[in-house]
């Protein structure tokens, strides 16, 4: 792997990024990059590196696009051809196969609560390969104590630590405030944020209500779709700890592109809500 590539590939760990990693695995015949060759793309176009250009190279950068949002790699073989030659303005015959990888970082986990639930989910979280971070503005639950494994815990009013903090799209977010207006206070101060994931705790009544009021206060109706409401899989939990676990496999589910990404694609919730049908056509 070239030293830019590698370089490049470090900082987008660093920072939490995923990217695409784009290897010619096989070539044969005339081809215009050797195996070896790479490419890395990120969400936003941009790309280090290259696997020889033309169309061939357009498409598997297209492809890497798609994959960074799906997060399933994916082999791809190009003929070739003259045909495909011409379109390019390449001379070459060959044959290649290019595989397409994400390449994912650990998720950086935002608890926002340090209540019961999030406690559990402190515990399990880690283990899993998240990087958990912890807000609360009572010390007494957001302590290194209760969450030796967090890579941050911050003792701060939540929806001024929201407005203050620069939170990267990448984040997974999980509101799990002690009531119903600190949740409705933190969620008001998400709106509108372009985030991979928003979780919010409660039930369908208790969501539905808190929406309607964020309609009525102006709160983006687009952005309140993709929230997870009630958030986690429906496993029939009731304890905080089955609680922390149908969040975390949802939290997986997404890691692992079997739901998409809020950030990417809006989410219809799981319950009703007539006002937001109501702003949102199609929904």
């Known amino acids: 792997m070239s030293p830019e590539i590698l370089s490049a590939l470090a900082d987008a760990i660093a920072r939490g990024e995923t990217v695409a990693l784009v290897t010619i695995v096989e070539a044969r015949g005339s081809t215009p990059q050797r195996v070896g060759a790479r490419m890395l793309v990120y969400a936003d176009g941009r790309i280090v590196g290259t696997i020889g250009g033309g169309c061939y190279e357009s498409d598997a950068f297209g492809k890497a696009r798609e994959i960074i949002r799906s997060r399933t790699p994916q082999l791809v073989r190009y003929e070739l051809t003259d045909d495909f030659a011409a379109e390019t303005g390449l001379i070459c015959g060959g044959q290649m196969q290019v595989f397409i990888e994400p390449i994912d970082p650990a998720p950086a986990l935002y608890l926002l609560g340090a209540g019961h639930v999030g406690y559990q989910l402190g515990r399990l979280a880690p ?47 999980v509101v799990l405030t002690r009531g119903h207006r600190q949740d409705y206070d933190a969620v008001r101060a998400l709106a509108g944020r372009r985030l991979r994931y928003v979780g919010l705790i409660g039930s369908r009544a208790k969501v539905a209500k808190l929406v309607e009021r964020g309609l009525e206060e102006g709160l983006p109706a687009d952005w309140l779709r993709t929230v997870h409401a009630p958030v986690g899989l429906d496993i029939g939990a009731v304890t905080p700890e089955e609680i922390a676990v149908s969040i975390l496999a949802e939290l997986v589910a997404v890691r692992r592109g079997k739901i998409a990404d809020a950030a990417v694609q809006g989410l219809s919730m799981k319950w009703t809500a007539p006002a937001l049908r109501e702003t949102t056509p199609g929904f």
């Open 127 to 173: 283990g899993l390969g998240f990087r958990v971070h912890v807000v609360d503005d009572r010390e007494k639950f957001a302590n290194r104590e209760r969450f030796p494994e967090a890579e941050e815990i911050v003792v701060e009013d939540i929806p001024g630590w929201i407005e203050s903090s620069e939170l990267p799209e990448s984040a997974l977010v």
